[in-house]
Every structure is written in C-alpha cells, then in structure tokens.
C-alpha cells in the first residue's frame, strides 16, 4: 500500500500534525502534572518537569529548584524526580546511596510506599479528571432541550423551512401528539417515511399547521473521522437525496440502504447550500458497542443525522452536567475494555485497535469540524491514555503499583534484577503493540 495515499494534500497534512500534536501535549501535561503535584503533595521532589523529548528549546527553574521544559520532540512527556537515573524514572542507585536519610525521603525511591503509590497513580487518575471536566463542561454549554419540544434553530435543507419558524412548539406531526422528549423516538418510528409531513405547532399563542419536512431527515450532522463518508468528501449540513437514484425521505431509510449495501459502492445524490451532486463511497464494516457490553458489526459509512432543527435548551443544572461527565467516562472506559476482550477472543476485528497515524488523521478531521468536536475527542483520547496507562504492564504507572502492590504483601520491594527483566518484557510488549497499531493504520480500511 501507498502510505503516502493516505496523507492529504501538504496543508491538511499540517493541520492534521498540528491538531495530533496539541492533543497530546494537553494530554500529557495534565498527566505528567498529576505525578508532579501529588509528588510535591507527598514529599518528593521533582527535578525536571519536561513537555516533549530531546533537545530543550525553553526552560526556567521555580523556586522549589524544579526546572520546567519544553522540548523538540512534542510526542510525550516526563517527570524526573530527585534519585532518578533518567525520565524514565530508573533508581539511580549510587546518587541515593550518597544521600542523608532525610534527602532519601524527597525521592521516589526513599518516599513511604503511600507516597509512591499515590504519585504513580495521580497520572491516570488526572487523565480522568480532565475528560470528566470536559464532558461537564460541554453538557453545561449545551444545555438541554426544554419541554414542550421548541424549534431553536432550522437546520438548512432542499424542501422549503419556512413554514415553521423559530420558536414553534411542536404539538403533532402526522397527526400523533408529540409525546416527552426523552420518547421522542416512538414518535419517529410512527411516523409515514413522506419528504413531507404535516405539522401543528403553538405560535405566538394560536395553534398552526404547516406542512414540513420529515423530522429525521437524511442530513449530516456529524462526520466520524476515518470513515467513508468523511473520505469521499461529505460536509456536515449536507442532505442526501437519494442512493443509487432511488429517492428517501428519512435518515432510517439510509440506514436501511447502508446496512444492506454488503459493501457495495453507492451513489449518493448530495445536496449543498443549494448545489446538487453525486458522490460515490462505499461502506465499511465497523463494530459497534451495545448497551450490554457486547458488540455488533453493521456496514456503515460514517454519519449521524438529527433533527430538522436544533431544540431550544436552557442551561443545564450543575448536577446534571456532572453526572454527565461521569457517565461519559464510564462509557469510554467499559466500551474501551469490552472491545480489547472482544478483540481477544476473535469476536471483532483487531483493525479497531488505532496507532499514532489514526490517532493523528482522527485529531485533525475532529479539528476540522470545530472547536467542540475537537475539544471532545482530547477528552475521549484521556480516558483512553488514562486507562491504558493503569494496565499491569511494567513500564506503565499500572505496572509500577502492582509492584507496589508485592511490596505491600511481601514487606519488600521486587529484586532489582526480576525488576530490570520484567521492564524489559513491557517495553517489548509496549513496542510490538506499538508496531501492530501502525500497520493497522497502513493496512486497515
């Protein structure tokens, strides 16, 4: 395969680096920042506080004697507590032999097992932080859709709009009440698959009935990165007409048409911002996680569609938009576990398993689609780094508390040669899983 195919032209290449690379760094820091602040917090102290790797562009010392840095290589970051060999926090046996007992108490090394334990943990767990502030953040901004049902916004689309307005509150369609926003969906699913559909809305005190588009239309509202749709040049806002020439009305009839394509090429007619055209692209299969746990493979090309409009909301309440951040989480990190078991098992496919290459192109397409979508997948990235970093594999923070873990059985750390040896067996797994990752990025599709 042409890797060199698979980059845009330069300038999106650029942005698509330039995205990765923001990503990370924010990532990173909070999660080197975690380590540094409960390791001050514990009594250790921390030499060198390091953004990237490699030669150092800028650096200052604060006045505990910690130097902060940035340097030339921006794809990671470290820590360098008093005692260590190095970043990758290696005992530096001859310096902390040479040590009082009270300068031994300010190193990783020398610290209680307390100490250590909860400085090793504060990474992940900062990771986790940062998503679940985010995700909050984004519920708060949000809002949520008030009741009864309330147009905030139209949506652009081919049929004329302009029978319903901007703060309608929709009573019927079709005949059928508008029933509680969180069973809109029986609504929908009861609804003829007509382009056109008639309304009775509450309008400045009097009742109306207009005739509309059908509420789920075939629109993009959002675009998954690494998909076909995304690929083939589908915008958000874009309304597809027909597939294959055969006219639909609703986004459940393009569902159908996609499910059943078995990965056949499909012509969709497109319209945008008044402009009609064909574009073709042909569906992946992907797999989806359920609601149990489990997982399901559908062939899809990369879209969710919405509503004609955009609901009116009011701000949400401070403990909805936390809880919100805490599910979401929870969502990343279980859906997370179950397709790792899945994958080991054989039920889906290892191709789901992303390296730095699909991370990158995944940044740069959620850039493209505004400051929101972006903001969202660095929190999903850090659940995602977060979780991978607690695995027992030595190397990771996961690995170095189940270390801890045998010294607080045995009373005694492991030996110092099993401990080189076991290092050396993650970093090789770490690197083969590194290698598998990247050719998923070259040869998955």
């Not at 929190?379 to 970093?389: F, K, P």
Request: some cysteine; overall charge negative; aromatic content about 10%.
């Amino acid at each position: 395969m042409d890797i060199i195919g698979l980059l845009p032209s330069f300038g999106g290449f650029v942005f698509t680096v330039i995205a990765f690379v923001v990503a990370l760094s924010v990532i990173v820091a909070i999660h080197e920042y975690g380590h540094y602040i409960v390791g001050r917090w514990c009594g250790i102290h921390a030499e060198v506080f390091s953004l990237g790797f490699g030669p150092v562009l800028w650096s200052r010392h604060d006045k505990d004697g910690t130097r902060w840095q940035i340097a030339a290589l921006p794809f990671g970051g470290y820590v360098k507590f008093l005692g260590d060999s190095g970043a990758a926090s290696g005992k530096d046996g001859d310096a902390i032999e040479a040590m009082s007992d009270e300068e031994r108490r300010h190193t990783m090394h020398g610290a209680p097992l307390w100490a250590r334990s909860a400085t090793v943990a504060a990474g992940p767990v900062f990771n986790f932080i940062l998503s679940f502030l985010i995700f909050a953040s984004v519920f708060a901004y949000q809002g949520v859709a008030i009741e009864p049902l309330t147009i905030g916004q139209l949506r652009a689309h081919p049929v004329q709009t302009e029978a319903l307005k901007v703060g309608d509150q929709i009573l019927s369609i079709a005949g059928i009440e508008t029933p509680p926003l969180e069973e809109f969906d029986t609504l929908v699913e009861a609804l003829p698959n007509e382009p056109e559909l008639e309304y009775e809305v509450l309008r400045d005190g009097e009742r109306v009935t207009v005739i509309a588009p059908y509420p789920y239309p075939p629109a993009v509202v959002t675009l998954q990165p690494q998909s076909a749709a995304m690929d083939a040049g589908l915008e958000v806002g874009d309304v597809i007409l027909s597939v294959d020439s055969a006219r639909i009305a609703t986004f459940e009839e393009l569902k159908e048409i996609v499910g059943a394509s078995d990965g056949k090429p499909l012509v969709l007619n497109i319209w945008r911002e008044g402009d009609v055209f064909d574009l073709t692209l042909t569906p992946r299969r992907r797999d989806l996680p359920l609601a149990d746990g489990g997982f399901e493979t559908r062939w899809l090309i990369g879209i969710t569609g919405g509503l004609l409009f955009e609901p009116q909301t009011e701000r949400a309440g401070v403990f909805t938009s936390l809880w919100g951040g805490v599910t979401q989480t929870y969502y990343i990190v279980r859906s997370s576990l179950s397709g790792l078991y899945h994958m080991a098992i054989g039920a889906i496919s290892s191709c789901n398993i992303s390296g730095p290459i699909g991370i990158a192109q995944a940044s740069g397409a959620m850039a493209s689609q505004g400051l929101q979508s972006f903001v969202w997948f660095v929190a999903v990235l850090s659940t995602a780094i977060g979780m991978l970093n607690l695995f027992p594999i030595p190397v990771l923070d996961g690995g170095h508390l189940v270390f801890y873990a045998y010294e607080a059985v045995t009373g005694k750390p492991p030996n110092e040669k099993a401990l080189r040896i076991l290092m050396a067996i993650g970093l090789s797994l770490l690197l083969t899983l590194m290698v598998f990752a990247i050719s998923n990025d070259v040869f998955c599709q």
